[in-house]
């Protein structure tokens, strides 16, 4: 086999990488220094872009909201899928069963997942007719006209959408965990409580780490279930950095602006992701 052999297998995806990832990327990165609105020819404005962010109040209350984002989806997304995980391990009868069903959310659209979930948040869906039926409210919360409801409630259908999927992570972690360990720490007396606090949680701090990475990238740019649900209100309530820089280039056609937000939110995100790894190294170091 010749020495280019490698790289002709890899040129298909190379060039993928190239055209659809690479290409934009570059485009993005210097659109961020331009005044671009589609309709007229790009103009070099330097750092007025950057600049700009610094006064604008929509931007301040969608980091903000992106934050708010990201605390709430971290004990959700990274604490709930390892007890599910820890559920699903065992082995018992149609199991197998169990964990397509915990899975089924993860390859549902987003689009049909926010759909269903405004008929459950609906002022007649199930979810006030139980909280009504029990006396715990007399009259139908408005879900997802309630500045006070609305971010909690996208939120809890972006975790229930998400634990599937690093359900199936931390599951990949704790098969890779021999039995061996367990028996031993069965013998030495070691309940179940104390086997996943010394045991499970240690040896899947890796994975932990992968899933917090996820989690903090999925929060600063939730979209989806925003757009088809609340269009970012009540009085951008609901408005994440994602949404923000959608509205900015493809409803206000400012492509300069959105990219520069974009570029910010890359570099934040990559800083977040190099910090949790390495406490994540240094944890499971000790």
């Not at 690479?22 to 790009?42: E, G, K």
């Not at 602006?257 to 994540?280: P, T």
């Amino acid at each position: 086999m010749t020495w280019y052999a490698p790289w002709l297998f890899l040129l298909p995806i190379a060039v993928l990488f190239g055209v659809f990832f690479l290409w934009p990327a570059v485009l993005a990165v210097q659109l961020a220094f331009y005044d671009y609105s589609v309709i007229r020819p790009a103009e070099l404005v330097g750092f007025d872009n950057f600049r700009r962010m610094i006064d604008d109040e929509r931007f301040w209350r969608a980091t903000l909201n992106s934050l708010l984002y990201m605390v709430g989806l971290i004990p959700l997304n990274v604490v709930i899928p390892l007890v599910l995980a820890v559920m699903v391990n065992q082995k018992i009868r149609a199991i197998g069963a169990f964990r397509a069903i915990y899975y089924l959310p993860a390859i549902t659209s987003m689009v049909a997942v926010a759909i269903a979930w405004r008929y459950v948040y609906n002022d007649a869906g199930i979810l006030n007719w139980i909280l009504q039926t029990f006396g715990i409210t007399e009259q139908p919360i408005q879900f997802l006209l309630s500045t006070d409801w609305a971010l909690p409630s996208i939120l809890f259908i972006e975790a229930w959408k998400q634990m599937g999927t690093y359900m199936l992570i931390y599951l990949a972690g704790l098969q890779a965990i021999s039995s061996d360990v367990y028996e031993a720490a069965t013998i030495d007396g070691a309940n179940a409580v104390q086997q996943f606090l010394r045991i499970t949680v240690p040896l899947t701090i890796p994975y932990v780490a992968v899933v917090l990475t996820l989690t903090m990238e999925s929060a600063s740019k939730v979209f989806t279930s925003v757009f088809v649900l609340t269009g970012g209100g009540p009085d951008d309530s609901t408005m994440s950095l994602g949404y923000y820089i959608w509205s900015l280039a493809f409803q206000r056609f400012e492509m300069g602006y959105a990219s520069a937000i974009a570029l910010v939110l890359w570099g934040a995100l990559i800083l977040l992701a190099m910090m949790n790894f390495r406490v994540s190294r240094a944890s499971y170091d000790v």
